[in-house]
Nanobody, 124 residues
Framework: QVPLVESGGGLVQAGGSLRLSCTAS????????MGWFRQAPGKEREFVAG????????NSADAVKGRSTISRDNAKNTVYLQMNSLKPEDTAVYYC?????????????????WGQGTQVTVSS
């Protein structure tokens, strides 16, 4: 288990932007594939984006493709999710996630560790 702490959520108007951050308390952060999931009320948790340990491979869900960018700074043990052109349907609790493996594994099997989540609310 990797302790993960998210920040950066909040209330934003449709069309606005937010940047979520997630910091991991682990010495070997660079070994982990990192990602973001989200869960809207009444819906299942879904994959949003993932990034490989070195940042060279990223993958994002169709729902956010072209509007979001995942990145990481291994020197700061932090992964980011920049979201632009936000829509009301992006409203959800966003969870940081970590796994030892691949971005594909993160997306298909899920992570080994979860953060506590940060609320993103997009008003119309």
């Amino acid at each position: 288990q990797v302790p993960l702490v998210e920040s950066g959520g909040g209330l934003v108007q449709a069309g606005g932007s937010l940047r979520l951050s997630c910091t991991a308390s682990v010495r070997t952060f660079g070994n982990y594939v990192m990602g973001w999931f989200r869960q809207a009320p009444g819906k299942e948790r879904e994959f949003v984006a993932g990034i490989s340990w070195g940042g060279g491979t990223t993958n994002s869900a169709d729902a956010v493709k072209g509007r979001s960018t995942i990145s990481r700074d291994n020197a700061k043990n932090t992964v980011y999710l920049q979201m632009n052109s936000l829509k009301p349907e992006d409203t959800a609790v966003y969870y940081c996630a970590a796994v030892l493996g691949t971005v594909t594994a993160l997306r298909t099997r899920g992570p080994d560790s979860w953060g506590q989540g940060t609320q993103v609310t997009v008003s119309s």
